[in-house]
C-alpha cells in the first residue's frame, strides 16, 4: 500500500502528462480471444485511460456481449473510427499477413508505440519469413520492430515492438541460457498447447467433440513437421548463440489455455552435460531481476501459470542416455500473447514491467 | 455370418472340449481399472465360460457395485476361493513385486495358463529388473515368460505370458521395425498417458482439481527422468535390433484414457534418413498380418485408439534436423493392458487373436 | 457360446433367407454423429450383411476418414446411389423437416422398412407438430409412424419407426410407470446433455472454449422455455395417462456423450406420495422383460451408461416438500438415437432386441 | 487512475491508522481449496499487511509448494503460532463443527473480526443446525453472527460473520427479489457445481476417472435429498417472506469451478405469473447498488462468472405450465466462499466492498 501510493506521488510530483490524463490505447482485432484479454488487461491497467477496441465483424456490438465473462463495458468499433494520432499506445492482434498493413498506418499515422501480435515482424530477414508465410507486405519496417521478449533481449526500443509467438516464447525463455552457455549439437522441442492457440474461429478441429478426451500431433505437412513457430525460434535462439535447425513438434490439448514444452537437447561434446542444479542456476541468474520468470526443481504444471502472465521453467538431465530436458510453462494468451503485449508497452513507456499485471505474477 | 458359422461349425467338427463347456478363467486384482477391463471383456467372450474375480479389498461386494458401468454380475471372492487348478486362464493384475509370488502359485497350482500384468516377468534379465524394481521374488520363473507383443515376437509360447507395460506397448510397436533397419544414434520418446494410467487409488495427484486443465510431465525424479517402463522398451528392442539409451519422458494428461507416444529417432548415419512412405511401408509389412496394429500417413490421435484395442502409427521426417519422428497411440486399458491379456490368451489357446475383441478393432 | 451356436442352427434350419445372404441397411445421413454410431453398429450386426452409406457432403470420401475412430472400410456415397428397393431396413438421419420426404421415398421405393431419426413423425398431430416445428411435409404419413420407445409402447409395428427423440428416451422412460400409477399435478425436467447432442456442424456453442469449464442452460427463447422435445415428451405420457404441461429445461455439459435427467414431481394428492422402494418396484415390474432399461436405489451417473444403449433410472422421495423426484440417464447417441434405432429394427424384423447390440448391455 | 489516487489521498487525509501499517490478517485452515483462495485474494488486497496462515497439515512447509499456482511467498504455520490479539481479521476455513470452537476461541483472544467460512453459525436456530449437523458446540454464540450475503441483509454487523454457503448464496440472490414480492407454493432448486465445492481431500468421488466425463445427482440418503445447505436456504429467505419446504438436488460437474442453480418457482396464484423481464427489473431494484450482482436477459453460464466474484441472475417464464424459472451463476470458490469473506470483511471493516477484488468484477 505504502508503496502504491509512493510510486503515484512519485508520478505526480515528475508532473508527468501520463498521470493527468491517462494513457490512450487502442486494440485492433479485438475480438479475439488474444484481443479479449487485452481488453480485459487494459481495462485494469492504471495508467491507461481509455481504450478503443476495433472488430471488423463485430463493430457496433457490445464486448460483454461477445464476451460475457470480461464484464467490461464498451461496444466495439470499426478500426477506422479509432484515431491513431492519439493513441499512445495501439496494439494489433490481426492474423499473419494482414498486420504489417495496418502497423504501417499506425505508425505513420502517429501512433506512439505499435505492439504487433502477429508474426509479421518476428522474423528479422525477410527471406526466412517468405519461405514460411509467404510475400511480406512492408518489408522496409523489419528491421525497425524490437522482438518483444524482455527477459532475453532487453526492454523494447522504438515505436515497434514485435511480440513473440507463444511457443517462442516458452522455447526462447528455456533455451537462451544454454545456447549462451554450451555448444548444442540437437534441439526438439514437444510442445503441448490448450485450445486457445487455435483461434476463436469455429471449425472441425475446434469443435468439442474432436477435441475432448483427445490429443493430437498437429503442423505435419506432407510427411514433415512445418510449424511457422520454427523458424522464430531458430533466429532468436541464433541471436545469443550457435543454435542447430530445431524439430518443433506441437500438439493440441483438450484444455483452454496454457502451454507445456519439453524440450530434449543434445550437446556437441556429451562430456559437458550439467547437473539439472546448474541450469536452474543459469535460469536464476538471467532471469534473476525480471518479475515473470522462474525456475524450480520441480517439472512446471500447465496449471501453475494458467491464468497468469508466469513463465516456468524447470530442467533435468538423463546422464544415462546423455541428454538435457528442460521444461517451459507458460499461459499462450498472456505470457504467450496478451500478458506480454502489455509487459512490453510498460517497459517500452518507462513504466513497472508489472504494471496492471500485478494479481498475474 | 457366414464366416462366423463356418468357423462355429469347425470348432464343432474338431471336437474340441473348448466348445463343450467353455473355458474358466480367473481374475486376480479384479478391483482395478485393468483388471475392470479385464472382467468386461471376459463377460463377453464367446469362449469362455466362467470367470472367478478375485479382490481383496471388495470381496462380497457385487462387481457392478464398485463398477456400475461395467453391467456384469457376480461379486468379487478372496483370491484364495478361486480353484487355481481349474483354470483354463488367469490373469494376475497386481501391483508389480506383488504378483511374481502368485503367478508362481498359480502356475504350481495348475493353472493352464497364466498372463500377468504387472511387470514382474517383463524384463529378461534380474539385475536390470533389481536395478528399477528390487529384489525379484522368483527370479528362476524369469526364463519360463513369454513376452506378449504378438505383432513383434510372435504368439506368445509356454504356459507364462508378461503382459507388456502400456507405454512400452506404444513404443516397441513403433520402433521396432525400425531398429530392424536402420542404424539408430538417439532415441527420445515423448509420452502422454490419460489418468486411467495412474490406477484407481485416490489420491493428490489424480485429484480431479490437480488433474483438470492441467498437464504435467512426470517420473522426473532427483533431476533425472527414471520412468520403469524405460528398461522394458531397451530390453525388447535389443531383442530386434542395436538400440541406445532411450529417453522416456511421461506426461499426464487430463483425458481418462489413451496414450499417444511422439518418438524421435536420429540416425547414426544422417544420409540413412528414409521418407516417411517407407517407414509407413515397413509397418505395413511387419503388421500386414495382425489385426490391431495399423499405419497411416496422419498422425494419431488418442480418440482414435481410445475404448479399442488398436494401435495406431505414423511416421514423419524432419530433414532440416536430420531427425524420424514415429507416432503411436493406444488405449492404455487395452491394447495396453486388457485387450492386450486377452488377445495373448487367445493366440496361446490355439483361439483367434480377435475372439471377443471384435467390436474393438 | 452354445446358445449362440443353437440360435444360429435354429435360423439355419428355418432355411431363412436372412441368414443366407445377410440383411441390406442404408443409412441416409451416415456423416452426423448419430450416422457414425449406426455405421459402427451396422458393421457389427451379425444378421446385417452389407450397409450402404449415404452423405451428400462426404460422398466418395472413405467413411474412415471422416470418423478415424469408426474403424470401419467402405465409402459415402450420394443417397440417389443407394437402391431403396433392395434395402430390408432404411435408417434417415437428417435434420427436422428435411427427413420426411427422404422417408417417403424410401417408402414408395420398397424399401422394408423405414427407420427415421428425425422428429418428423414422433408428433401424433400435425397441429402440434407445426406449432414446433413449422408445415410437415407429408402429413399423410403421419398416422402410419410407430413410436420406438418398445419398453413402453411394445414392439414397432408397420413399415414406419419414428425414433424417440434422446431427452424424451430418458423422459418418457422415467416418467411413463408413474403416470400410470398417479395423479400428476406437475412435472419439472432439468436435463443434462453431453455436446455430441448439439450436432457435428461447428459453431460457437460447439467450440471447445464455449463449452470446457462451463455449463448452461439454453433453449430459452424470449424469456421463455421452448424445447421442441417439450411437447414429444407430453405427447408420448398421455398415452398412458393424464400428465399436464411440462416443464423441460435442458442444459449443455462439458462432456462428450451422455445424458441425465432430474426429473421433479408434484402429485395431485400430496397423500399418495409413494416411498422411493414403490418407484423402483414400479419400473422392475414394467421394464423386467426388456434387457435395456434398469432400475437401482442409488441416482445413476452418466458415466454409467455412456457408450452403452442403457437407460438407467432411479427415484427419490422429497417428504419434507412433498415431491416425487426421479433420475434418467442414458447415451444420447446410442438408447437415445443409433442404439435404439437398431434395437428397434431388431424387434420389428422379429430379431432379439439385443441382437448386436449385447456388448452395450 | 485519477480515481484510485484520490481514493488514496482520502485515506491519507483521514489520516487513517490502516493505512499506515496495514491490517494483519489470519487464515486459519489455509490449506484447503477455500483457504488458497483467501491467501491469494489477501495477498493482493491493498489494506492488508499481513497475513498469517495456518494449516495443521502443512505447517512448516512453503505455501507455494502446497499450492504452486499461488505464486505467493510465505510457510503454512500452526493455529497456535498466531497471536489471536493481534488480528484485525481472522478467516476461518475449517469444516462444520470443528469451526465453532475456533471462532470462539478468536473472539474470546481479541481478534477484531471472525469470518467463520463454516456452516456453524448460519442456521440462527440451534434446534434446525441440531437437525442437520449434530450438536453445536457453542450455541450461545448462535445470536451474535452475521449472515455475510450483504445484498440481501446489508452489510454485516459486530464481530462475527456467518459466510454463506456457495450454494445458498447464489439460491438467495436468485429467489430472495421474488420471496418479497411474491406468494410462493413450491421452490425447486436444481444445482450443479464445480469439483472444488467437494473439497481438497482424495476419494473416489474426486478422483478424476469417477468425475471426468460424468454427471450424477448427490446428497441424496436412502432415497430422500438431504443436502444440508436446505435448512440455510429456507432459514434465510424467511427472513425476507414466507417460503415453503424448498427442494435442493445438487449435481457434481466434471469442472473445477462453478456453480450454476436453475430454479423452478410456482406461484400460489398462478395468476400472478410475472414476465421475467419483470423479474429483471426486481434484480435491477434490489441489487442495483452492489458491485458483485447483476442480472440479463440470457440464462449465464458458469463461464461467465468463474474465476471472479460475481453472481449473474436471469429468469425465464413458461407460461404453459405456469411456472417462474431462476437462474443464478456464481464461482463456489470467489462469491459462493473467500471472495465474499472478503467482500464481508471490508463492509464490516468500512472498506469499499469491493477492494481488493477489483479485477473480480
Same mark, same amino acid.
Given at each position: 500500500m505504502v508503496n502504491q501510493i509512493m510510486q503515484i506521488l512519485e508520478y505526480l510530483s515528475e508532473g508527468s502528462t501520463i498521470c493527468g490524463v491517462g494513457l490512450k490505447a487502442g486494440?485492433?482485432?479485438?475480438?479475439?480471444?488474444?484481443?479479449?484479454?487485452?481488453?480485459?488487461?487494459?481495462?485494469?491497467?492504471? $495508467?491507461? %485511460?481509455?481504450?478503443?477496441?476495433?472488430s471488423r465483424g463485430y463493430a457496433g456490438r457490445g464486448i460483454s456481449e461477445v464476451y460475457p465473462h470480461l464484464g467490461v463495458g464498451g461496444e466495439y468499433v470499426e478500426p477506422d473510427e479509432i484515431d491513431a494520432s492519439g493513441l499512445d499506445a495501439a496494439f494489433v492482434?490481426?492474423?499473419?499477413?494482414?498486420?504489417?498493413? #495496418?502497423?504501417? $498506418?499506425?505508425?505513420?499515422?502517429? #501512433? /506512439?508505440?505499435?505492439?504487433?501480435?502477429?508474426?509479421?515482424?518476428?522474423?528479422? $530477414?525477410?527471406?526466412?519469413?517468405? $519461405?514460411?508465410?509467404?510475400?511480406?507486405?512492408?518489408?522496409?519496417?523489419?528491421?525497425?520492430?524490437?522482438? %518483444?521478449?524482455?527477459?532475453?533481449?532487453?526492454?523494447?526500443?522504438?515505436?515497434?515492438? #514485435?511480440?513473440?509467438?507463444?511457443?517462442?516464447?516458452a522455447a526462447i525463455l528455456a533455451l537462451a541460457p544454454v545456447v549462451r552457455r554450451l555448444q548444442i549439437r540437437s534441439v526438439t522441442i514437444n510442445a503441448?498447447? /490448450?485450445?486457445?492457440?487455435?483461434?476463436?474461429?469455429?471449425?472441425?478441429?475446434?469443435?468439442?467433440?474432436?477435441?475432448?478426451?483427445?490429443?493430437?500431433?498437429? /503442423?505435419?505437412?506432407?510427411?514433415?513437421?512445418?510449424h511457422r513457430h520454427t523458424p522464430e525460434i531458430e533466429a532468436m535462439l541464433r541471436r545469443v548463440g550457435e543454435v542447430p535447425e530445431v524439430t518443433f513438434v506441437p500438439h493440441l490439448l483438450p484444455i483452454s489455455r496454457g502451454e507445456l514444452e519439453t524440450i530434449v537437447v543434445e550437446l556437441e561434446d556429451p562430456g559437458d552435460l550439467p547437473e539439472s542444479g546448474d541450469v536452474l542456476g543459469w535460469y536464476a541468474?538471467?532471469?534473476?531481476?525480471?518479475?515473470?520468470?522462474? !525456475?524450480?526443481?520441480?517439472?512446471?504444471?500447465?496449471?501453475?501459470?494458467?491464468?497468469?502472465?508466469?513463465?516456468?521453467?524447470?530442467?533435468?538431465?538423463?546422464?544415462?542416455?546423455?541428454?538435457?530436458?528442460?521444461?517451459? !510453462?507458460?499461459?499462450?494468451?498472456?505470457?504467450?500473447?496478451?500478458? #506480454?503485449?502489455?509487459?512490453?508497452?510498460?517497459? !517500452?513507456? %518507462?513504466?513497472?514491467?508489472?504494471l496492471g499485471l500485478e494479481h498475474l505474477k
Open positions: 486494440i485492433y482485432g479485438g475480438s479475439g480471444f488474444v484481443g479479449a484479454e487485452l481488453v480485459r488487461l487494459l481495462a485494469g491497467h492504471p $495508467e491507461v %485511460g481509455a481504450t478503443s477496441v476495433s492482434a490481426y492474423g499473419h499477413g494482414e498486420s504489417a498493413g #495496418a502497423v504501417k $498506418e499506425l505508425l505513420d499515422g502517429g #501512433a /506512439g508505440l505499435v505492439v504487433d501480435l502477429s508474426a509479421d515482424f518476428r522474423l528479422p $530477414e525477410v527471406e526466412v519469413y517468405e $519461405e514460411w508465410y509467404g510475400e511480406h507486405p512492408v518489408p522496409e519496417l523489419l528491421g525497425e520492430a524490437s522482438y %518483444g521478449l524482455p527477459e532475453v533481449f532487453g526492454a523494447p526500443v522504438g515505436r515497434l515492438i #514485435a511480440n513473440p509467438g507463444c511457443y517462442p516464447t503441448l498447447s /490448450g485450445v486457445s492457440g487455435a483461434g476463436a474461429k469455429p471449425d472441425v478441429r475446434t469443435h468439442f467433440m474432436t477435441v475432448n478426451e483427445n490429443v493430437s500431433a498437429y /503442423g505435419i505437412t506432407n510427411g514433415s513437421p512445418r541468474e538471467d532471469y534473476g531481476d525480471w518479475k515473470f520468470v522462474e !525456475a524450480q526443481p520441480e517439472p512446471p504444471h500447465i496449471s501453475h501459470v494458467a491464468n497468469t502472465n508466469r513463465a516456468r521453467l524447470s530442467a533435468a538431465v538423463d546422464r544415462r542416455a546423455g541428454k538435457l530436458l528442460l521444461f517451459s !510453462a507458460v499461459d499462450n494468451l498472456l505470457k504467450g500473447a496478451a500478458g #506480454a503485449a502489455v509487459q512490453n508497452m510498460n517497459l !517500452a513507456l %518507462g513504466l513497472e514491467e508489472d
